[in-house]
Each structure stands twice: as C-alpha cells, then as structure tokens.
C-alpha cells in the first residue's frame, strides 16, 4: 500500500515555523505581515477558496484585509485598488481572487500587481524567475509540491517525471522547477496521443486534469510516485481527485485528495508573504 | 534524404521584411531601430558573435553603435553604461554579449536591461511571458527554431517532441513555446537515464549538447525532425553539430550545421529589435 504524501500535516509543519517568524518579526519591526486579499463577485468556489486562505491567515497571525468587490467593479476601479494596495506600507503580499468577471482583463490585473508583491507569483516576472532558478516569489501549487516530494526525500535529479497538466499555473511552471532540479520532465495534456504510454513509464506522475481524465493503476507502474493536484466535488459531496481507489495499491507514494497539495499551496502562500514582509522590513 | 530546414534562406526572408520596415519606419519617425551592442573583453567566439550580429544590422538598416569595454571594467562601470543605453531615446534594444568576465554578476547586468529594450529576452519578465504565452520579446534562439518549423508546416500540436537540452537560453524556453502550441514535450540532459529512448520515440528530436552527445540515424525514428542546436568547430576548421551524417538519411527534415539554428536567432534579434522601436516610437 502506497505510504501518504501528507499534505495536511506538512503544511501544519511549516504552518508552526510560519507563526514563529510571524510573532517575532511583529515584535521586532512593530507590524505583522500584511496579505490583502481582494475578491471581485461571488463565485462560490472563490468564496471557499477565499475562506481557507483568511483561516490560514488567522492561525499564523498574519494581518489579512479582505477587500469585497461587486460583479459590476470596472478594470479601472479594481486596478486603482491594487495601486493602492501596492503603495501601502502594511501590505506585503496581494492575492486578487480568480477567476475575474469576463469584462475584466485578468493579465492587466496581474501585471499591475508589484512584483515585490506578488505572493501568488502570478507575474511573468515571478514565472520567469522560477524558471531561470532564481529565488523570488514561489508559484504556490507548483512549488508546494516540490516540498511535499522534498519531505518524502524521493529523489529528482534524474527521475523520469511525466505531467498531465499544462496550465500556466501548474503544468508549465512545475515543469521549470522539476527541470530545474535536474529531473527528465514530460508534459502531457489533452492533445497528446497516449498519455498512459507516458504515465506508464513514469518514476513519478503529477496529474491535473480535474477529474476529466482518471488515473487507474494500469496506468502507472508498480512503485511510481503519484501526485494528484485534482480536486473533484461530486453532487453528493464526495471529493476525490484523477487518481481511482486501486491507484494506492501500486504506487509507493501517493497525495491524499483531499489532504494533499490542496494545503500546501496555502503553506506556500504564506511562506512568500512573509518572504515579502522580511524583505520590506529590511529584515 | 531529409529535407532541410534552411535557416540561412528563411532569415533572408525574413531580413527582407525588416529591411523594408527599418525603412518605412526610418522615414516616417526621422530615426532607425538602434540595437546597442556591449562587449566586455576580448573572447574571440563573442568576437564572431557581435560581428555577425553587427553585419545583420547593417544589411537592414539598424543603428548598431558597439561599446567595447576592457575585461577589467567593473561591474558598477557596466551598469552605469546600461543606465544610460536604457535612458537613450535613439535605442530600442541592448545587447550585452556573454560570458561576462567571471567578477561582474551576470544576473544583475541583465536584470538591470530595462525590460522594454531586452531583445535578447534574457530578463525574468520576457522569459516569464514567454512560459505564459502572452506576445512580449521572443527568446531567440527557440522563437527561431519555431519559425523554422512553422515555415516548413510541421504540425506541432500533439507532435512528441524531445529536447535535449535543458538550459536558461535554449531547452526550457523552447519547451514553453513548445507547449503553448500543445505540443507533448520532453526536455532531457546529462542526467536521463536512457536520452535514447526518448528521442527514439520523438516526431520532433532538438539536440543542442555543444557535440558531447552525438545524435546517430539509430537514435531517431523513421521520418522525424530533427533540429540540432549545437555548432562545433574543430581543429581543422571543420563545424558540425550533434547530429552525424547517418542522419540525414533516416530523418524526414533536417537543420544544417551551419545554416540552420544560427541565421534564424540573428534574424529574431532583429525582429524583436523592430519591434520595440515600433513600440517605442508608437507605430
């Protein structure tokens, strides 16, 4: 039986040296971290999603203003919004929810935000350094889940990896850091031709495809490491991600859906914003 | 017998239509593109290189003033250049050859380069959007081994292609332009296990492992493409790439060496020149 990648209690973990850095810093510089959260409508899942970060927030006693704006907010409004934010000295970190409403153009947003900002690491300019290697903001899903596979000391340099995801926030940029640590890296997706040719051969397989294609053991070998970064909510409430309930019984390691990557991409948000509090501390 | 992808044809093609914009463009703002060249010591390879680059100006009209520097300037001495090429109104892009001498921190000369004159799209933010897909400076070395796949009509969505090679300036940037046209893609290096096995499998095979590893007609399939990367010059004089002569034979298209990869990168440098003179003088 697969033994877990647990992402819950690692991000507990890192969650505990988060608050540390938090108390300390607030005692030293006279302000805790500052995470502005902005959040433009009401879809329900961004208000879920929205929810967890503000609880996590809480728990580690970083300062986190939320800022609720109507379906009808214009660009203009939004991004004078975010230029405030980016002027204000309490503020380290911006998180604008998304998806945006369709009359706003969610790349002006991004851009817009200051990339010493940036905790999402949405920027080109924070994608483009986590593909040159470069330390700066970490894209939070991808490198959450670089720790996880840190954690469980399963090796990279050299390991045969193969990504069925090739989204600007997951796919590409998991890719970057995986290539990155010297890992030999396929990206997969819905137009290639045998996708299990690929996960078969795989040392490790990182599968994002929101359930649309599942993963059975069939289609991994024995022993391979399985990261599943699905989060599927079915009508009666069970969640579950790509990978099918034979999948534990093949793969030496496997992420727990729900429990898995879901916490460590708000561990990593954290940690940036407090990368970004130090940095504006001068600490 | 491959067909060859002819990167000394397609770049004079392509030359012809930026002369004629240089022209246009000459005309109507009073002023050429102006693409600055910086040179810090005496490398003979960044010799040729900058000499290559500083004909291809001349043969279409871009101003290319050169600044020669001595391997002993300091590294304060050549960001104090930068600022002053990033506030000259008659450049539109900056240059600056590597390898820089080893005392000056590469990472910072290039960050330094104003995004807007970073032709070369060596700055974070021009890698960044390249991963993201959004139109901004073109890596160029891979947006030209895409023009010259485009040219010959190799469909690229859902095409296996392998790479072999995993740096800043080539392997991963290509792969990101790779994947945003669907591309499955495969980025190997020293450290993979079996390179073989991939490129045997590969409809698109790029090698670019400066001749460390060799590419034979029984490394390919049947009718693939093959794009190497690599230029080698050897004592005698002889240049050639990774790929041997077997593989001609096998592949279905072939890049020279020379004549491939190289004219298509200058050619792109020029491109991306015109267009932030575009930009820059609002056409």
Not at 21 to 37: F, K, M, Y
Not at 137 to 153: F, H
Request: proline share 6%.
């Amino acid at each position: 039986m697969a033994r877990l990648l647990d992402g819950r209690r690692l991000a507990r973990r890192l969650e505990a040296q988060i608050e540390e850095r938090v108390r300390e810093g607030t005692a030293r510089h006279g302000r805790p971290p500052g995470l502005a959260t902005v959040l433009v409508g009401d879809d329900p899942a961004s208000e879920v999603y929205v929810g967890r970060k503000a609880k996590a927030c809480r728990r580690v006693g970083i300062h986190n203003p939320e800022h609720r704006l109507s379906a009808e907010t214009t660009e203009n409004e939004l991004l004078a919004l975010i230029a405030d934010l980016n002027a204000d000295a309490a503020i380290d970190g911006i998180l604008v929810q998304l998806p945006l409403p369709g009359h706003i153009d969610k790349d002006r947003v991004i851009d817009a935000i200051g990339p010493a900002k940036d905790v999402d690491a949405f920027h080109p300019e924070s994608v483009g350094h986590a593909l040159l290697g470069n330390e700066a903001m970490a894209p939070c899903t991808p490198y959450g889940i670089m720790l996880l596979l840190d954690d469980a000391d399963i090796p990279l340099a050299g390991a045969e990896v193969v990504i069925v995801n090739h989204s600007d926030l997951i796919g590409k940029p998991l890719a970057a850091l995986l290539i990155n640590r010297d890992a030999t890296v396929t990206v997969c997706h819905r137009l290639t031709k045998d996708v299990a040719h690929h996960t078969r051969r795989a040392d490790i397989v990182v599968t994002g495809t929101g359930g649309k294609r599942p993963l059975a053991a069939s289609d991994i070998r024995e022993g391979a490491v399985v990261v599943d970064v699905s989060t599927v909510r079915e009508a009666d409430g069970a969640i579950h991600g790509d990978a099918g309930p034979d999948v534990a019984g093949k793969a030496a390691w496997i992420t727990p859906v729900p429990g898995g990557v879901g916490p460590m991409t708000i561990a990593v948000l954290l940690q940036n914003t407090v990368r970004a509090y130090r940095r504006n501390v001068g600490a």
